[in-house]
């Protein structure tokens, strides 16, 4: 056996087959299917006695290299791509879930992952139950003989909290229950939630691990028996990813870790500056030793990742005011860009929630989420600087 590789290497070096053309990069697979030998490689193939592709619905060389690439990230046996994120949170729950199923997770949760949670599986009967992250010791008493799942992000949306990974993995051992992690803000790079023990890690490549903000596209990896079933489930109901949009994931992940380098780098300077700044009630970083989980992150993550959260002085208007005297940052709902992305959730992505719902998930009404982008540093900080002066 070859000696494992370093990260960055097996981000570069992990690649399919070459063609009889020798290219040095993978060619783009833009194909609907496969042909066939004859009737017997199609029979063989169609009966998964070949391992081979048939339809890009399937399987596609493009998508088979980024799975393989997250795989190996993230120390996981197989992996399913998808289109986007939330079709890979959908398929994972919708693969492995029945009828009368239940779910324990964290309050902060993503914004559609919630309504998933409370608009659409309980019209299967699928329920769930919520644990502030802040009462992490309550998890078992939520626990019930039909509990199938434990669910959790970490670092946490919008309000960047951290979770004890290894905590949540000892109480899924104990009640034999499956531990699925949302790891979008931390990447393969900064966090490996399998080595704690997540069964399954899913991923919105949307984010980090695209970095430009260009394409959409979604991963679940983890134990091979469970992404067996996610993927009969994703075969049948169709949430595929492009092979164009794989291939823009796959080369991505080639400069993921110099990129997310980078990102933290830049977010720990701003996050330092902001805790200084008079027009700043509190800043949220997992690498500020301020952050109430600060101990926990330098456990679980390499750096502290991209995204800070602070607190305007003012509430929401401020807040307002704040984003529209913003001059270089942009205003966009995505995050993980090159380029600054600011968002103030109780105005905008969270404003349908009362507050009480809120303030549950840790926003405040003048809370601010940066997703700190690849720009000189000093040049972020100066236009957060005049915009927070303006609120």
């Not at 399913?80 to 324990?104: C, E, K, P, R, Y």
């Not at 995505?334 to 929630?353: E, F, M, Q, Y």
Request: charged share 25%; with cysteine.
């Amino acid at each position: 056996m070859s000696k494992q590789k370093n990260f960055e290497t097996e981000a570069i070096r992990t690649q399919t087959e070459r063609s009889q053309f020798l290219e040095h990069s993978n060619p783009i697979y833009l194909t609907s299917s496969f042909v066939f030998e004859d009737a017997e490689d199609m029979r063989a193939s169609f009966a998964e006695e070949k391992e081979r592709n048939i339809y890009s619905r399937f399987t596609n060389p493009n998508n088979s290299e980024f799975v393989d690439k997250i795989c190996k990230m993230e120390g996981a046996e197989q992996g399913v791509a998808f289109a986007t994120g939330m079709s890979a949170v959908f398929s994972t729950f919708a693969a492995l879930l029945n009828a009368g199923d239940h779910i324990v997770s964290a309050r902060s949760v993503f914004g559609s992952t919630h309504g998933l949670f409370t608009k659409f599986l309980p019209k299967w009967n699928i329920t769930t139950s919520y644990f502030k992250i802040d009462e992490l010791d309550k998890i078992e008493s939520l626990i019930t003989p039909n509990t199938k799942i434990l669910y959790a992000e970490s670092p946490t949306n919008p309000a960047v909290d951290i979770l004890d990974l290894e905590l949540l993995g000892n109480i899924a051992k104990k009640h034999n229950i499956l531990l699925v992690i949302d790891n979008c803000f931390a990447t393969p790079y900064l966090q490996n939630p399998i080595k704690f023990g997540a069964d399954l890690v899913i991923h919105s490549a949307t984010k980090l691990i695209d970095g430009q903000g260009r394409v959409m596209g979604g991963v679940t990896v983890g134990r091979a028996d469970l992404i067996r079933e996610i993927y009969l489930f994703a075969r049948n109901t169709g949430p595929a990813l492009s092979p164009f949009n794989a291939w823009v994931l796959s080369k991505s992940l080639e400069t993921l870790a110099v990129r997310v380098d980078k990102h933290c780098e830049n977010a720990l300077k701003i996050a330092e500056f902001l805790e200084s700044h008079g027009h700043v009630n509190i800043v949220k970083y997992p690498f500020l030793k301020s952050h109430p989980q600060y101990a926990i992150a330098k456990k679980q993550m390499k750096a502290g990742g991209n995204i800070v959260a602070f607190e305007v002085k003012g509430g929401v208007e401020a807040g307002k005011k704040f984003l529209n005297a913003l001059e270089i940052c942009s205003l966009s709902a995505n995050l993980g860009d090159t380029r600054t992305i600011v968002t103030h959730p109780a105005s905008t992505t969270h404003g349908k929630l009362s507050k009480e719902d809120r303030l549950e998930t840790g926003i405040t009404d003048g809370l601010v989420r940066v997703s700190v982008g690849l720009e000189n540093v000093n040049d972020i900080i100066q236009d957060l600087d005049q915009a927070l002066k303006s609120s």
